[in-house]
């Protein structure tokens, strides 16, 4: 059974920081991995897409990397900045299914 | 605005009432997809239709029912509401078969069961 995990829970750091929010699963055999922003009390944005056969996707100040093989997935934010404080969460695409798996999130605050 | 559109955004229910929670798209996706979210807990998949006329039970089905009216829509129901239920609700949709597309998710209905 596939389970996502996301460490740390919540994250704390002063604006203009570069931090990484980690993500694992347990199978390696997944359609996609997507990054998700939500904000409190609002739904969830699509951040980053990362297919199977990808390595990593940019966007802005975002860059996400997928490593299959030892079921990792990182989020990296450039120069962090109040308005990125939001929860972090990942969700895998299980091959051969049309769900997400979720993981529980990381609650990111940054300070200014 | 394009996307999904889940009705209503919040509400509170008593112990046995029934309801139902609407949600439409409108970017001609095939799948759909109920979702709960609890403290702690993550996102759980609750129901998904994969494709109109299609329905299947994910990892939270107890308690709840759905509909896939047409293309566009997909309703949560609750039969007998419990306290157990109270929850934030999340419908999201997907064109599935393509690996380069992932969720689109609404905004949400908080629930409360008293």
């Known amino acids: 059974k596939q389970e996502v995990t996301q460490i740390p829970a919540a994250l704390s750091v002063p604006e203009g920081e570069n931090l990484v929010l980690n993500c694992s699963f347990t199978d390696s055999a997944i359609y996609n991995l997507q990054w998700f922003r939500q904000d409190p009390g609002k739904g969830l944005t699509s951040l980053l897409l990362?297919?199977?056969?990808?390595r990593e996707q940019t966007s802005g100040r975002l860059n996400a990397s997928l490593d299959k093989s030892s079921g990792r997935s990182t989020l990296y934010i450039a120069a962090s900045q109040p308005g990125d404080s939001a929860t972090y969460l990942c969700?895998?695409?299980?091959?051969?299914?049309?769900?997400?798996?979720f993981g529980t999130g990381t609650r990111l605050k940054v300070l200014a | 605005n394009a996307g999904v559109t889940q009705t209503p955004k919040f509400q509170v229910l008593k112990t046995g009432q029934s309801m139902t929670l609407q949600c439409a798209q409108d970017m001609n996706h095939n799948s759909m997809y109920w979702y709960r979210q609890d403290p702690g807990m993550g996102l759980r998949l609750i129901y998904y239709?994969?494709?109109?006329?299609?329905?299947d039970k994910g990892e939270v089905p107890n308690g709840y029912n759905v509909s896939r009216l047409n293309k566009r829509e997909f309703s949560l129901r609750l039969e007998s509401a419990a306290p157990s239920q109270t929850s934030v609700y999340f419908c999201?949709?997907?064109?599935?078969?393509?690996?380069?597309?992932?969720?689109?998710f609404g905004s949400g209905t908080r629930l409360t069961v008293v």
């Open positions: 969700a895998v695409s299980p091959s051969g299914t049309y769900k997400y798996i």
């Open positions: 239709s994969a494709s109109e006329g299609t329905t």
């Open positions: 999201a949709s997907r064109v599935p078969g393509r690996r380069d597309y992932g969720y689109t």
């Open positions: 990362i297919q199977s056969s990808q």
